[in-house]
Nanobody, 116 residues
Framework: VQLVESGGGLVQAGGSLRLSCAAS????????MGWYCQAPGKQRELVAA????????NYADSVKGRFTISRDNVKNTMYLQMNSLEPEDAAVYYC??????????WGRGTQVTVSS
C-alpha cells in the first residue's frame, strides 16, 4: 500500500489549502481513511476521518466548520479542504488508510505552514 500526500505549502492566516492523498495497492473503496497532523514537539493527532463509502465523517473539535474531508473512490484519492487556516493549524499532515482492524498504513506527510 502506498499513500502519497500533496497540496501542502505556505499560506497566510485566513487562507485555504486543499490536501490530496493518492492511494495505490489497497482496496481503496473498502477502507476507512483519515487525516492526521503532527506539530513539532507534539503527538500525531486525528484531524478528520471518513468511512469507506464517504457517508460518515468526523472531525477534531478544533477544525469543525473549517475543514472538510472527502474522497473519490474512482480516483482512489482522499482530500482535505482546509479553510480559514490559523497559525495553530501548522503541522505536517499525514493520511492514513485502515485496511483491517489494527492494520493501517501512513503516507510520508505534507507540510502546512500558516503565517500570521
Amino acid at each position: 500500500v502506498q499513500l502519497v500526500e500533496s497540496g501542502g505549502g505556505l499560506v497566510q492566516a485566513g487562507g485555504s489549502l486543499r490536501l490530496s492523498c493518492a492511494a495505490s495497492g489497497s482496496t481503496f473503496s473498502s477502507d476507512a481513511m483519515g487525516w492526521y497532523c503532527q506539530a513539532p514537539g507534539k503527538q500525531r493527532e486525528l484531524v478528520a476521518a471518513i468511512t469507506s463509502g464517504g457517508g460518515s465523517t468526523n472531525y477534531a473539535d478544533s477544525v469543525k466548520g473549517r475543514f472538510t474531508i472527502s474522497r473519490d473512490n474512482v480516483k482512489n484519492t482522499m482530500y482535505l479542504q482546509m479553510n480559514s487556516l490559523e497559525p495553530e493549524d501548522a503541522a505536517v499532515y499525514y493520511c492514513r488508510v485502515v485496511v483491517a482492524p489494527g492494520l493501517g498504513y501512513w503516507g510520508r506527510g505534507t507540510q502546512v505552514t500558516v503565517s500570521s
